[in-house]
Nanobody, 122 residues
Framework: QVVESGGGVVEVGGSMRLSCGAPGGTFSRFSMGWFRQAPGKEREFVVRITKEGTTYIDSVEGRFTISRDSAKNTVYLQMNSLTPGDTAVYFC???????????????????WGRGTPVTVSS
């Protein structure tokens, strides 16, 4: 599984950083990122990072930045200029192709975090 940290309550215009650690191992491809689910809404894609680059939804472009520490197989989401519209539970998602570790071997390994709540108060 992946281990998320960060989250909590922040005021409008504030900043917050989320992190998500995935298991160590070797893999041929990866995609790591975040989805979010606001109250009463469906889960939506927010951002991902792959070997080829990053992808953001329009509403967070320029405010959120995803980065990855390959040595730790961990991604970080720096969220700035937060608005009430960013209030949601944020779920980390990590996908690996041809994943091999001491205890795991998988052609496709798909992992989800339990979610961490982010509340932006006005």
């Amino acid at each position: 599984q992946v281990v998320e940290s960060g989250g909590g309550v922040v005021e409008v215009g504030g900043s917050m950083r989320l992190s998500c650690g995935a298991p160590g191992g070797t893999f041929s491809r990866f995609s790591m990122g975040w989805f979010r689910q606001a109250p009463g809404k469906e889960r939506e894609f927010v951002v991902r990072i792959t070997k080829e680059g990053t992808t953001y939804i329009d509403s967070v472009e320029g405010r959120f930045t995803i980065s990855r520490d390959s040595a730790k197989n961990t991604v970080y989401l720096q969220m700035n200029s937060l608005t009430p519209g960013d209030t949601a539970v944020y779920f980390c998602n990590a996908n690996f192709t041809n994943f091999v570790s001491k205890n795991t071997r998988a052609g496709e390994l798909i992992l989800w975090g339990r979610g961490t709540p982010v509340t932006v108060s006005s």
